[in-house]
């Protein structure tokens, strides 16, 4: 409740809120309508490894680029780079829509979408990065978890959205590109809700880098990143955990693919889009469980007993899915769902509370490049492993395996797992946004 009455309370959370969530309803607008146009095209065809291809054309450029690119957040008015990279993220969305209309091979396509992950992802760390400068610190987990709460919704909806349109507009290639064009909408509108918050009132206070010129900060973006992730072990324990946690998911999220498409698991869900989007739901409801449980978690046993308590659940999770049974196997996904949110917020968290704001940008990044990295290598390796029919053993052992060691080495590390406890921030830096450069433009001191 203490969360609700902050971003009641000012209208800069609200207004970083909204802005979030019209991101998300695009992203969950534009991942839908593009795995519907690859996947369940009957212009197209997909098979395991090129489907680990799509994937690493989407999310390895930016993972390789992103600790650099986060670099611009810890530079420039955050204001200006989450309104420029929306403007950008539409601009790619309507190529992207427009390649497919006209049937473009797969590869032209994921490539031109890799400019909408690229401006998402940029938007993703700096909405991160942001946060504390409108959020009260005591606080700061609660609004986290409603952030996520709503966030993962507004994924769901723009999922909702695209698929109504595939149902107006048909699966082809045509249909797919018009049901594409639902995510620029919602970019658009986030960027010009962006650009209501006065200059530099997101931050940085003290740019990184300042006095020198922007490719100068780039340049040493990565080392900067890496460096506060080494320095800082709870924030270094929380994203290893969360980089195990994208193995095991990356593996999965190819399996079931796999078995959706080929098995009569797949048909008992009703196949193809309805099967992955009850697999996908039950991911989410677990998230959104996560979201409500985590800052209870944290309050009671601290971050890393949240973590331990999180990776042993999903360790748990992954045997069940060798039943191959529907409802054992939702339930699995959902508890799975649950463990990666969990671990998710709790290195939020460590980033938004343990690093100074002139890095922050750059730690967020570091993540990204993480989260997707792993994420595109466990798709790789288990695409080269998996039999026809999707199911592998192994694969689903050695998951519970990796879940399970993840837990005991996070448990042995200690206190430093959960850090210092989150400060509050100075009075002016949660003080009400007057939306106008002219009322306050100023940054928080």
Known sequence: MSSIRSIVRHPGLVRLLTVRLLCQLSDGAFQAALAFSILFNPDRHSEPLAIAGGFAVLLLPYSLLGPFAGAFLDHWDRRAVLLWANLLRAAAVVLVAGVMTVSTPDAVVLICALLVTGASRLVSSGLSAALPHVAPGPVIVEVNSVFTTL????????????????????????????TLLAGAVFAVAAAL???????????????????????????????????????????????????????????????????????????????????????????????????????????????????????????????????????????????????????????????????????RGQVFAVQDAVFNSLFVVAIFLVALVIPPDGLSVAVVVIGALVYLVAGVAVRAAGPRADGPPPAPLRPESVALDQGSPGESGAPAR
Do not use: W
């Open 151 to 178: 966030g993962g919704a507004m994924l769901a909806a723009g999922a909702g959205v695209s698929g109504v349109l595939r149902l107006i507009f048909g699966p082809d290639n045509g249909g797919s590109g018009a």
């Open 193 to 359: 809700l962006a650009a209501r918050f006065a200059p530099r009132r997101l931050g940085p206070d003290r740019p990184d880098g300042a006095g020198h010129t922007v490719v100068y900060a780039v340049l040493r973006g990565l080392a900067h990143g890496v460096r506060q992730v080494l320095r800082i072990p709870s924030v270094g324990i929380a994203l290893a955990a969360i980089g195990v946690h994208r193995l095991v998911f990356g593996a999965n999220t190819l399996m079931f693919l796999m078995l959706v498409r080929h098995t009569e698991f797949g048909d008992a869900l009703g196949a193809d889009v309805t099967a992955l989007a009850l697999i996908g739901g039950a991911v989410a409801l677990g998230a959104l469980v996560a979201a409500a449980a985590t800052p209870i978690g944290i309050r009671v046993a601290g971050r890393r007993a949240t973590m331990v308590a999180a990776l042993i659940g999903g360790a748990a999770a992954e045997l069940v899915i060798l039943t191959q049974r529907p409802i054992p196997v939702l339930l699995a996904a959902g508890v799975i769902g649950l463990a990666g949110q969990t671990v998710k917020l709790c290195g939020d968290v460590a980033m938004q509370c343990d690093v100074a704001d002139s890095y």
